[in-house]
């Protein structure tokens, strides 16, 4: 495999580990049991239907949910789900459904839902650049909201929520596209877990939606058979021609999970591991790298910080790049820089990547002064 496959940091599409990339190498040839290419091979075929099942088992117990729980694989994106989740569950009249404003994708979820109902903004970062979460004790939310969202980690601003939020009583949505099956989650506390899959689970063209069955009872009856969750799991998620191949590469991963990592409680070790070396880096380097979230909701999966100015970030762009490591500019939404290191990121590449950090660090000459990061 190219070896810059292992280097790279960007925020999605994220890398995929090596022993599934191999895997998938042969499958695009040839699927050993089927004998065709995975590019060829019907939606319709019993072999396809045996890859959703197992596949649904899987994330069922990584989860450590049972069948009441329906797993689906659908089309869309994380976009689609910001307008799904309100069509099936926000109620027209009422009690309006709590929404947090914690980043750059929670932002994008918030046009969608009023288009189909009334929302309340319960908390927004906007005001301080987003550069923390909110504490449980400046959260007021309703406990008669028909339901509370949240996106459970910022890719964009580097912030993660590392607690469950919000009231037994109130059902809990969350879009976990880019912390999905990267550490434990009490699952079942959750009515409904969205994840599109170019972070850690697979290439894009597929997300992962995890819900719970009494939640499709009060539907509405007129919703198109695409964008209904009873219809799409009435059909295992083989309503339409599904992507066959992001489908089967998420299959792989769970997998490798699986069996080759032990589960997300090793994952979830490796990526702390993976983050507290990063994140030394910066804390050591006397101001010149600077991070934007607030030390206690700094995220697992994308680490996003600064250099003094700006031409200083696009020289370390251009000497990571000479030195292999792809991916590290930050989104157009803040600039910077951003370290994305999710599952398939190995030890050694953030050991790399952060030796690199200290070499460039150590190789600029004028002094600068210290600052600490936002929050």
Known sequence: MNPRNALNFSGGPGALPENVLREVQQAIVE???????????????????AVVAELEDNIRSLLGVGRDYH??????????????????????????ADYLHTGYWSGKVLPAARREGPIRVAWSGESDGFSHLPSDDTLALNERAPYLHYVSN?????????????????????DMSSDFLSRPVDAQRFGLIYAHAQKNIGPAGVTVVVVRDDLLENAPEDLPDFLDYRSQARAHSILNTPPVFSIYVV??????????????????????????????VLDASDGFYRGHAAERDRSLMNVAFNLPDEALEQRFLADAEAAGLSGLKGHRAIGGLRASIYNAVTLDAVEQLADFMDQFRGAQRRPVRSMSARG
Not at 31 to 49: K, M, N, T
Not at 71 to 79: I, K, R, S
Not at 154 to 174: K, P, S, Y
Request: charged fraction near 20%; hydrophobic fraction near 45%; charge should be negative.
């Open 154 to 174: 910022e890719t964009v601003e580097g912030l993660q929520f590392h607690r469950v939020l919000g009231h037994d009583n109130v059902l809990r949505i969350c």
């Open 71 to 96: 797993v689906l694989f659908l089309q869309g994106g994380a976009t689609q789900q910001f307008s799904m989740v309100p069509m099936s569950l926000l109620p027209p009249d009422g009690e309006p």
């Open 31 to 49: 699927v050993p049991e089927v004998g065709l290419s995975v590019l060829g091979i019907s939606h319709r075929s019993d072999w396809f239907a």
């Open 251 to 280: 299959l792989l991963v769970t997998r490798w999970l699986m069996h080759d990592v032990g589960g997300l409680a090793a994952m979830d070790a490796i990526n702390r591991q993976k983050a507290e070396r990063l994140y030394g």
